[in-house]
């Protein structure tokens, strides 16, 4: 919660954990693999234009 507190910017934690914790786990999990991906999109963006 706290690595998401900082990717979001959030100045402090309860807001994070107020707006987050209630997630349910698949929730989490599908929201953590849209995050990856994206990210990961992004990688793919960054080698392809250092090739």
Same mark, same amino acid.
């Given at each position: 919660?706290?690595?998401?507190?900082?990717?979001?910017?959030?100045?402090?934690?309860? #807001? #994070?954990?107020?707006?987050?914790?209630?997630?349910?786990?698949?929730?989490?999990?599908?929201?953590?693999?849209?995050?990856?991906?994206?990210?990961?999109?992004?990688?793919?963006?960054?080698?392809?234009? #250092?090739?």
């Amino acid at each position: 919660m706290k690595q998401i507190q900082v990717w979001l910017g959030h100045s402090n934690y309860n #807001t #994070t954990a107020n707006i987050y914790a209630h997630l349910d786990s698949n929730s989490m999990n599908e929201s953590a693999n849209a995050i990856s991906n994206v990210l990961y999109i992004d990688k793919i963006k960054n080698v392809l234009a #250092t090739a």
